[in-house]
């Protein structure tokens, strides 16, 4: 059922039931740990230093329809009929046993992405703060009784579970991405079928097996682990049963999955690719100001869609900002996740690796300044580790200008007047996060309402929390995950007329 070289350490460590295995070499379709009927698997790597961790199934259409089955029966006969008390009970303990272990969550998440594990644990804590939280909004997915102009009638609002939901999640938050998306659906009284990225399944299978023993029925949540992406997730948009698809990836795959939605009219939601801006104002604390950038530039080696992308520096501070976010950038230790002292881990794969290394090179040969870092980090692994970069001296027309980089390196652009920043930045088709530093309240509030994005973080380089909203608008995206506003992706409004009530003269007749 596991895979045993990884899973072997780990237990040696954790004796706990609940934490009894590791690497899955199966995967869970109705409440059963099963091989892909095909018996086909794929491997999977530890990106830190070339390793096999270990094989999990490669499911195919087969695979997926029983999934689908599976989810449809369980969303018909078992969760959605539960009262919103009932799911909450379960989400509940579902959120304490994520607690309970988030040290080992967190080491199998380092293992298979490769983030320091100090990031991975923080993220399992993230992760299980969207079950605690829609835990309790299960309990107030609340309807209206509308005032209507006719004596003998009554109109009723009621909101109800849209059905089985599928998700495709990404490798970069292997875990939280499953829970952000899977807290509001479990609440509603949805069931799921989830595809995790190919690089990242072993976060996904762990969850399922605490899932099991929080005492989710059956069929209640499907993984399908696969290298047939494209395949798998076709099948599961147009599939009929299947009623709502929430994507967080790239804005090209997102724009597919869109389409391919179309013929059977789902609900959908979308986080897309970011561009994000970070705008620093010559009234901004210097310091703070770079302190934010760290944060949200170089969390997961700059491996999220909404870390910040674009520098737009004025140019009263930008010799300072440059020279105190080098000095920092210049401490940050790069390796083994596992490493106390590591700061920034590995790139995921390959692909992704090249991909930053000729963002580097472009900006290079195009004339911008590589203050620091941006070189191949040589040493005892083969992993995919990159040195921070800080790239001044940035033109528009260059790569990292323009495109979303998803590697840890800054791209610094020097800019004169408010109205200049503004522009470039709304000038991508996206918008899911901007950043600002300004120590001028109004400015603050002229250029956050002037921002194309869903989120702006003002004087604050993380801003995402399970109390808030999180999206985008443009290419970004739409839908809403968190906060009061998550659950209503997952509800459809039924209005429910009454006819033929007597009024009160009718009545005494």
């Known amino acids: 059922m596991y895979a045993t070289k990884y899973s072997s350490i780990f237990r040696l460590n954790h004796s706990v039931n609940h934490i009894r295995r590791s690497f899955f070499n199966q995967t869970y379709i109705n409440g059963q740990w099963v091989s892909a009927q095909s018996g086909e698997t794929f491997k999977v790597y530890n990106p830190a230093n070339g390793d096999e961790i270990g094989s999990v199934p490669d499911c195919n259409i087969k695979d997926a329809e029983k999934a689908v089955q599976a989810a449809y029966n369980a969303f018909q006969n078992k969760w959605s009929i539960k009262t919103g008390k009932e799911r909450s009970v379960i989400m509940r303990k579902y959120n304490d046993l994520i ?118 029925p059956d069929g209640t949540i499907n993984v399908l682990t696969t290298t047939h992406s494209a395949e798998i997730g076709k099948f599961l948009c147009e599939h009929p049963l299947i009623s709502k698809m929430s994507f967080t990836g790239s804005t090209e795959v997102g724009k597919k999955i869109m389409a391919q939605c179309a013929s059977t009219v789902k609900k959908i939601s979308l986080e897309l690719g970011g561009n994000a801006p970070f705008l620093v104002f010559n009234s901004a604390d210097v310091k703070q100001a770079v302190q934010g950038a760290m944060a949200s530039k170089f969390r997961a080696s700059g491996q999220t869609c909404v870390c910040a992308n674009r ?88 790569r990292v200008a323009q495109e979303e980089i998803f590697g840890p390196v800054v791209a610094i652009i020097k800019f004169k007047t408010e109205d200049e920043a503004v522009k470039i930045a709304n000038s991508v088709d996206v918008g899911l996060a901007a950043y600002m530093y300004s120590q001028d309240i109004s400015q603050i509030w002229r250029v956050a309402e002037r921002m194309q994005t869903g989120m702006v973080g003002v004087n604050e380089g993380i801003i995402s929390s399970v109390e808030a909203p999180f999206g985008g608008i443009k290419q970004s995206g739409f839908g809403r995950e968190g906060s009061k506003y998550g659950i209503e992706d997952y509800v459809n409004l039924k209005y429910i007329c009454m006819g033929g009530l007597k009024d009160v003269d009718q009545s005494s007749q």
């Open 99 to 216: 607690l309970k272990n988030k040290d080992h969550l967190g080491k199998i998440l380092t293992t298979e992405m490769g983030k320091p594990l100090k990031e991975s644990i923080g993220e399992i804590l993230y992760g299980a703060s969207y079950i605690e939280w829609f835990a309790e909004e299960a309990k107030r997915i609340h309807g209206d009784v509308l005032p209507i102009t006719s004596h003998n009638r009554r109109a009723l609002v009621l909101r109800q579970p849209v059905g089985v939901c599928s998700f495709i999640t990404p490798w970069n938050f292997p875990s939280s991405m499953i829970l952000r998306k899977a807290g509001p659906a479990l609440a509603a009284g949805c069931t799921i079928v989830v595809k995790p990225s190919e690089d990242t399944p072993y976060s996904c299978l762990v969850l399922c097996d605490l899932a099991k023993e929080a005492g989710f």
């Open 311 to 398: 520098f737009l520096v004025q140019e009263g501070i930008y010799d300072e900002f440059i020279s105190e976010l080098t000095k920092k950038t210049k401490e940050q230790i790069v390796g083994d996740g596992f490493n106390e002292k590591t700061h920034l881990g590995p790139i995921v794969n390959k692909e992704q690796y090249e991909r930053v290394l000729d963002f580097i090179s472009d900006a290079k040969d195009k004339g911008a300044r590589i203050v620091t870092g941006g070189n191949e980090k040589k040493g005892k692994t083969s992993g995919f580790f990159v040195e921070p970069a800080v790239i001044a001296d940035v033109k528009l027309s260059m």
